[in-house]
């Protein structure tokens, strides 16, 4: 019985020895690793392309300026939500995001120019200018279809997102 005694005592000693070495080179999970000196990082802009306004970026193609009348063209708009509806809807859905973004309240984040020029020019849009590029990053890797929309479609397109 002694010798048990003494053996679990040399247990006891020998498993509780060393342990104050072993928490400081242990990984603490949910703690920040103390650090001599800090370093700062760039701020990270929380807003998607998607939702990124520039209004002063026409894009690159065709269309070079646009003046839009104060009041909506409710019959230029119906043949753009015709033509929405045929040949974008399957990608684009109105109010929401789908495959790409939704074209509600575009016009707010984007000139009519870049909007036209997206629609008629998407394969050079997206490898040249920088918001069309991000935007193919966001909607991951999806480029746009070229749907070859005349510029008048493309207008009635955009007269149709006026009203969205």
Request: glycine fraction near 6%; proline fraction near 7%.
């Given at each position: ?7 679990l005592t ?14 400081k080179?242990?990984?603490q999970?949910?703690k920040k690793?103390q ?7 760039a701020p990270?802009?929380?807003?998607k392309?998607s ?16 003046e ?8 230029m708009?119906?043949?753009g ?19 790409g ?20 020019n ?7 200018d ?32 006026r009203t969205?």
């Amino acid at each position: 019985m002694l010798k048990s005694m003494a053996a679990l005592t040399i247990l006891l000693l020998v498993s509780c020895g060393g342990k104050e070495e072993k928490k400081k080179d242990s990984i603490q999970i949910g703690k920040k690793p103390q650090t001599t000196e800090t370093t700062k990082k760039a701020p990270v802009s929380d807003v998607k392309p998607s939702q990124t306004v520039d209004l002063t970026n026409k894009g690159i193609g065709p269309v070079k300026s646009i003046e839009l009348a104060a009041a909506v063209d409710e019959l230029m708009a119906a043949k753009g939500e015709e033509t929405f509806k045929n040949k974008c809807m399957a990608c684009h859905k109105p109010d929401r995001k789908f495959i790409g973004p939704a074209p509600k309240g575009i016009l707010e984040r984007r000139t009519p120019e870049w909007i036209m020029n997206m629609i008629l020019n998407p394969e050079e849009m997206t490898q040249k200018d920088p918001l069309a590029k991000a935007l193919l990053v966001e909607f991951n890797g999806s480029p746009m279809a070229n749907q070859h929309l005349t510029e008048e479609e493309a207008r009635q397109v955009l007269e149709y997102f006026r009203t969205l």
